[in-house]
C-alpha cells in the first residue's frame, strides 16, 4: 500500500471511529461490504451518502440500528490502477460530515436514549478543558505582554483543568469504546417482524 495511502486510510478510520462508534472497524472505507437482509431493510438508504462517503455514513445508521459490525481479513493488492479518491479534496468535506455525524450519535446514545456516566463526562470535560486552556492562554499572552512571568498559583489554575478535563475525556472515550455493539441485532429483527406479521387471534392464544 502506498504510504499517502496508509496515512490518509488512518486518518480517515480516526474520524470514522469518532462518528460511527465503531472502534473496531480499521479500514471503513475499503469497498467490500456485506450486510444481513434482516438489517439492510431497516437502514434508511435514502438518507446515507453517497459517493466515497457512503461507508462511513452507513456505519452511522448501523450504530443506531445497534448493529454488529466485523472486520473481514483480506489481502490488498496495489498494482498500476490509479484511484479516483484525493485525499486533500476531500479531507475536509469528510471531517465536516464526520462532525455532524459524531455530534448525532453522541445526541441519540448519550441523552436521547439513555443517560450514563459518559453524559457527565463529555460535557463537563470539554467545559473544564477548555476553560484551562482559555485561561492558560489569556495568562500567557498577559505574561508576554508585561514581561512579568506568571506566578505558580497562575500556572496551576490553567493547568489543572486542562489535566482533570482530559481524564474525564479519557475517560468518555474509553465508555464509548465499551459501548460499540456486540449482540447481533438480525434475530431479534427477525422476530420483531414476525410478531407484526402474527395474527391477532394467534397475539390471544399466547396471552392466556
Known amino acids: 500500500m502506498p504510504p499517502v495511502r496508509i496515512l490518509g486510510n488512518a486518518a480517515l478510520s480516526f474520524m470514522s471511529k469518532l462518528s460511527s462508534g465503531y472502534w473496531n472497524i480499521f479500514d471503513p472505507a475499503n469497498g467490500y461490504t456485506a450486510i444481513h437482509a434482516d438489517v439492510a431493510r431497516h437502514l434508511p438508504l435514502e438518507a446515507i451518502s453517497r459517493r466515497y462517503f457512503f461507508e462511513s455514513d452507513m456505519l452511522f445508521q448501523l450504530y443506531l440500528l445497534r448493529a454488529v459490525v466485523v472486520d473481514v481479513p483480506m489481502q490488498a493488492h496495489y498494482a498500476d490502477e490509479v484511484s479516483n479518491l484525493r485525499i486533500r479534496r476531500i479531507i475536509g468535506e469528510f471531517a465536516v460530515k464526520h462532525l455532524r455525524n459524531f455530534m448525532r450519535r453522541i445526541f441519540y446514545t448519550y441523552y436521547l436514549r439513555d443517560l450514563s456516566p459518559g453524559s457527565l463526562h463529555l460535557p463537563v470535560g470539554l467545559g473544564i478543558f477548555g476553560f484551562g486552556i482559555g485561561f492558560g492562554v ?30 474525564l475525556l479519557l475517560a468518555f472515550l474509553s465508555q464509548d469504546m465499551i459501548l460499540v455493539p456486540t449482540r447481533p441485532v438480525s434475530p431479534a429483527l427477525k422476530m420483531a417482524g414476525r410478531s407484526r406479521q402474527r395474527p391477532r387471534s394467534e397475539d390471544r392464544r399466547s396471552n392466556r
Not at 141 to 166: D, F, H
Open 138 to 167: 489569556h495568562a500567557w499572552m498577559r505574561s508576554v505582554e508585561t514581561g512579568l512571568a506568571a506566578t505558580a498559583g497562575t500556572v496551576m489554575l490553567a493547568a489543572l483543568p486542562i489535566m482533570l478535563g482530559l481524564q
